[in-house]
C-alpha cells in the first residue's frame, strides 16, 4: 500500500503565521514558517495512516515552533510548563485529507482498521 515508489507513502504539511481575524472562506495573509513534503517514515496500510502521520509530524513541529516563540517573547519561559504557556496562544489547525476531517469531526468515535492510526488521531 502506499502513494509513493516502492510501495510507500507520501505526506506532507505546512504552517506559518496568520492574521488572528481570519475569516472562513476569505483571502487573509500567510507567512509560511515551514513546510515539508516527503516519504512518510513508518510503513502505512492506508491512506488515513499516512495522512494522520502527516498531522501528528505537522502539529509537534507547531508544537516546537510555539514554545520557540514562546522562550523568545517571555523571559519567565520554562520547558517544565510548556504546555500551559503555549495554551494561551490561539492557534488552528486545517487539513484537506478528507479521512481524517471525517474521522474527527465526528461526534463518536468511527472504527479505524488501521490501531495506530486510530491512537495517532485521539
Known sequence: MGNAPKGGSQGAFVFGLTDEQVTPGQACPFLILQWISGRVRRACVSPLAAETLSV?????????????????????????NWEGAIRR???????????????????????????????DLQ
Open 89 to 119: 496562544k490561539l492557534s488552528d489547525a486545517c487539513v484537506d485529507a478528507k479521512s481524517v476531517y471525517d474521522h474527527l469531526s465526528k461526534p463518536t468515535a468511527t472504527t479505524v482498521q488501521d490501531k495506530h492510526a486510530s491512537i
Open 56 to 80: 501528528v509530524k505537522g502539529m509537534n513541529c507547531l508544537k516546537w515552533a510555539r514554545c520557540l516563540w514562546q522562550e523568545l517573547i517571555d523571559d519567565s519561559f520554562s520547558l517544565k
